[in-house]
Each structure stands twice: as structure tokens, then as C-alpha cells.
């Protein structure tokens, strides 16, 4: 359903209401836009909030991929607005009408602020992504990552970071744990060999409960002090994870629950 065709129907069925009554929506641009198994997942912000948006690609509809550089309007439940040349409110329940309805999580629709382009977006919202899913970040809470940094200064946050897994692994599981975790793995055929660690911190993505962070270190096979990549990994919330470059800050991928109608 094509916005035009919104409009349409809305301007069919105008009511009088005051401005009073009008509940704007929050303008967001896309920030990062990922697919996979079936699951489309959206990134989208501005100077003040930031969101995380997910939906099921084989909906009938509503599992939009926004534009970039493009302004949408985020619909929540309590938000009452009127579209260019409608005589009528557009809510997330008339969203959901001409879409579908997600039976789990908060349901919000994204609609063109200039009312062209597109169809109609319903996606669910987690609550535990505002922000803590950008592009690109620079600390998420305990968490420091490279991103910006000098060499010297990188190469000390990674230290401080490294050590606090360390620490935090001994006290949660044990010093025989850590010496597992710490065993690096060389595969046959392969010229890297990898390690990881796990435990739980406090304060990711702004969640003041522990959460689980897993830190996996690949270093040259024939160097084992040359290290070739360094990946965060967080876990937010059930079904939910996020990896990043710790290097960069940047996200790598995030798996999130099926969405189901």
C-alpha cells in the first residue's frame, strides 16, 4: 500500500480536530540497514535519540528498507499526525491496518516525511537498542572502544579493556576457566589461530544488570604476537547479538528473535 493511496483514504475520511490534539512524530534517518535468515534489521537516529528497528522480510508487508539521507517519521502508539494534503490523523494503528501487527514487542511505523517514495514501514522496536546499535560507537559503557585513537592510546585502552575481561572471567568462573579460554586455537589449513573470552559486565548498552561480553582475538599463525583482528561481541537482551571492531567501533552483525505476526 503505496503512501499516495494513504492519503487517499485519509482525505476520504477527514475529521475536524484541533491542533491541540496533534502528537508529532520524531524525525529519524536511516543510520544502517542489515539482512539476514529472514530478519531485516534498521538503524535509525538523529542529533538527539537513536533507534534499533527489526522486522520479518516475508510479512506481507510493512518490512520497508528506508532510503538514505531521507527524513521518516517514527510512529509510536500515542502519536497523531497529519500527512501533506490529508484531512485526517495518521496513527500507528491505522499503520497497522494497511500493514500488519507484530503480537510481540513495541510495534512503530515509519512513514516518508514528504509522503512519497516507499511503503508504509511497521517494524518492532527493541528497547535496549537507543543508540547502543549505531554504526559505529566509541565506549558502551564498561566497554572503551579504539575508535578514533592513536596508536599508543589504542594500544593502551586495549589493554585496560583485555585486563578487565580477565579480571572479570577469574571472578565469575575461575582461574582453571581463564586458562581455557586463554588457549589459542590453530586449525589446520588455516593462518590465523584464534582465542576468546566471556563474562558478564554491567552497564552495556545503558543496562544497569550484567550482560553478557565476549572478546575474540585472532592472531597470525606464525606471529602469535601479531593480531589480526579483535571482535566484541554483546548480548543485550535474549535472543540478541551484537558484534563489533573493537579497532573501529564499528558493527559487524547483530542476530536478533524471529518477528512474528
Known sequence: MKIALLTS???LSATSASAQNLVPPEVVQLENVQEEDGMRT??????????????????SAGCITPEENKNYL???????????????????????????KYNQGEN??????????????LFILDPTGGGYEQDTLTSDGPIIYGAGMSDADRQRAWKTFFLQMVQAVTQQQGKDALGVKLAKRCMPGQD??????DANLVGVGGIQEPRKVLVAVSTDVHDQNKQLSRLVCTYPSKGTVV?????????????HPQAQQ
Open 42 to 59: 534498521v538503524y535509525v537516529g538523529n542529533a538527539n535519540n537513536h533507534y534499533f528497528l527489526y522486522c520479518n522480510t516475508k510479512a
Open 192 to 197: 590465523y589461530c584464534t582465542m576468546s573470552v
Open 9 to 11: 483514504l485519509m482525505m
Open 243 to 255: 558484534c563489533r571492531d573493537w579497532d573501529t567501533g564499528k558493527l559487524v552483525s547483530a542476530k
Open 74 to 100: 517514527l510512529f509510536k502508539a500515542n502519536t497523531r499526525w497529519k500527512m501533506p494534503g490529508a484531512k485526517d490523523f495518521l496513527t500507528l494503528a491505522f499503520i497497522q491496518e494497511l500493514t500488519i
Open 108 to 121: 512503530v511505523g515509519l512513514v516518508a516525511e514528504d509522503g512519497k517514495g516507499e511503503d508504509l514501514g
